[in-house]
DNA sequence: CATGAATGAGTGTTCATTCAT
DNA sequence: TATGAATGAACACTCATTCAT
């Protein structure tokens, strides 16, 4: 284990890097040799921790989605009522949406460019919306949540964190608690019954 | 002192190939050689009808933009009710993404991605939304829409749509007409008062 | 004008626009479009008066060398002593790099790159000198001018006013009368028994 | 840890490409690719010893440049009389002009055309000549050359030679030992009081 | 005669990846 | 493991020249 712990470190260098750089400059202008010089690595070293440049695109999705969900059912069990669980997932969404901004950035782009992950890492990502989904298919058991598509609940209520994350990004809004609460509730209105 | 003339089919066949091309392979794998082969034309035929590869995108989203919109507010007046004229409005929109799923897609990547469009054409394309806008204003002075920013009202009534076209583009899903209208509906429950 | 004729003045305004271009931006960074856009015709026009590019250099070259050596040898005889032509004609060429600086610039241009004008150009433009080459042969028979070679009494006496009109185009150094009555000196002196 | 290491064998090679092939076919002709070949390097090899073809051409320049007064002041010390220290200057650039034509050729044409080289480098070079400036004013203290500016000494001593190595290089013209003692001493009349 | 559109061949340069150490 | 050198293939873009009118 001592020999693994210096090489996750870079391995996360990397990671990061690639986070920052495909952020902000986009895909098309971050090539492998800035993100080693970003990095603080050889280009050629890279290849020792990713198979290719998709390879490490692909792990940086999985292991930002993976950190995602992780925030997203922080505190979260099944014993709670359908909204009081709605609530705390949307809002530790909301949070995490707000406090890291680039994983999130990110994961959006990702998730709205069909080019940008393979097929394979696009579902292996998806799995881990899966108690959101359980909690909605219980809402709707108990009458509370409208009997509507996933795909509906999920465009209604947390894609549109998306758009007001990208529009804070831009400066040209600030999501205040109050906003953040006018959020909720139409989130809210839009699925319950 | 007779020449040949510049030929808009030529110039459509140019923005054609490029909107399918960014869509289908990412802006990344969307050379200016690819591009010219689709358009049945010499890469430097681009050149005598765009400044450059920037130039060529930007034009393609100012246009497309364009296009929405003009879909975006047909048969729209001002004389319509809140009510009514928000749902002719919402399902004009859903239309273009429904039928002109290409030219949506396209103008989804670039609202998404900013990297992608330069600034200027950002704030150009912005404009095209002002009689929505003024629409909501309209609604929020009679009280029947909630006093909250724009930027809210768009994430919870158009936003979602683009994330419905994207997963039906996927083939994960089918927005027949009953989802449609249950969309609607959602759009309208999150911004009614 | 009941026909119309090839216009001179387009080609001069061709001949014009090259001769600036390329002194200014040299060869490399004298495309045929800007040409034409300088002399204000189409870049296919230009082949309407030159045959290509090298044909255009060509031209200009064996043009601009004829109106030097109209200037050299203007107002001079056989009549005059060896010295007295001498220094008309020096002067003569001294005033040509003074007063046509764009012109001088060119032609030296010419003359010191090999691959600027082809060798039959380079031939024809030799031809212009001769009266010179006369008038030392006439100095060295009536042993007033050492008995070498043209080439060197050249490069003594003619060939510094290049370096003296570089130096002077790069604001190095300024050629005042005196200077130039120096240099009169020093070529005299290079050469005289 | 360990690398390869940036050979010295390439970059030489690069730079004599360069050389050989601006001489040959002029600066106009001489791309990246055909200078890669030349070298026997990939052209994307040669970004990794010069920053861009500029960088490549001005390196070439100061680096022959060093070379040239390498030749030029050797042997040469203060303590040798004007006449013996100009006459050893001069000797050692004829024979350099002489016997590394390729690199007075390109010398001479970096310095004869303002496009070639940036100001930057001019300057650099400039700084060379140095010793040679010092002594002739130490000639003109001592009375034995004339009081002219060092640009009409240089015009009518060091540059003449380059106009005899291109009509040399064009077999116009053999330097025999007796022709250059001839020009030795044209150099000398001109300048000495 | 004159034109602007059109282009194949090329330009300098960058890139993801591999090589040799 | 880790490196910087090395590269073939590609990139955006330009050029001298020709075409169609």
Redesign the pocket.
Known sequence: MAKRT??NE?RIALLNATLHLVNNNGFH?????KIAKMAG?????I??YFE???DLINKLYLETKASFSDDAFKDYTEDLSVQKGFELIWRNIANFKINQVEEAAFLSQCDNINTMIDEASRQEGLKNLQPLLDLWERGQKEGIIKNISPYLLYAYTIYPLAFLMTMQKRSDFELTEDKLTEAYNSAWNSIKI
Chains 1, 2, 3, 4 share one sequence.
């Open positions: 210096k090489s870079k202008d971050a090539p492998m040799s690595v050889s280009p050629a070293t290849y020792i290719n440049k998709q």
